[in-house]
């Protein structure tokens, strides 16, 4: 109506470009006609980004794998550029990407990821909460009010209580919302531990073991 002020809206489509490197590790028997294997998403910290892929094998299973480990997963771990965030559009289309490239069993897909990373995971995963069986974000943060989405998803959160980097009481929010949506959360808490807590829990086998456990149930 003219000279007056009318709410409106719109609906389209739009189309990005997205792109990424990453390292992607298979396992023994990978080629064995007929498995399909579950897949772990690994998203590294803010000092691993860039164009140097060899960053990536600094923490976490990529080093461990770089060092002689073998794991019964497909492990992708896709490196952010430089001085950016994590960008779930391309998070999304790699997992695609993936899931098309190779024999995965879409009931048994896991993300875990550390400082930045672990941001990274609660971000993803609140954007596509069907997607994953399991998630293991390692001293991330996010924002505490949107993770009632995670409330059917197995989630272990780690976190150093002396972690200077962030604050343990950043990732003890996203815990305690979590579990009053009634979700299915474990909060590792390393009273002595600062920002690397990492470390120590990625050296535990307990973690893949129960990553491993978990499927995701089929909705009726």
Known sequence: ???????????DRVTIDVHAKYLLYLPDGYRTEGTKWPLVLFLHGSGER??????????????LV?????????LVSPQCPEDEDWSIPMLKALLDTILERHPVDRSRIYLTGISRGGKGVWKFAVAYPDLFAAIAPICGWGDSTKVSVLKDVPTWVFHGKKDPVIAFEREESMVKNLKAAGGNVRFTAYPEAGHDCWTETYQNPGLYEWLLQQK???KV
Not at 1 to 11: D, N, P
């Open 216 to 218: 995701k149930r089929e």
């Open 1 to 11: 109506m003219e000279g007056k002020q009318v709410a409106q809206e719109f609906t």
């Open 50 to 63: 860039g164009t140097d892929l060899g960053l990536v094998k600094k923490h976490g299973p990529p080093m």
């Open 66 to 74: 770089e060092a002689g480990r073998k794991y019964p997963f497909i």
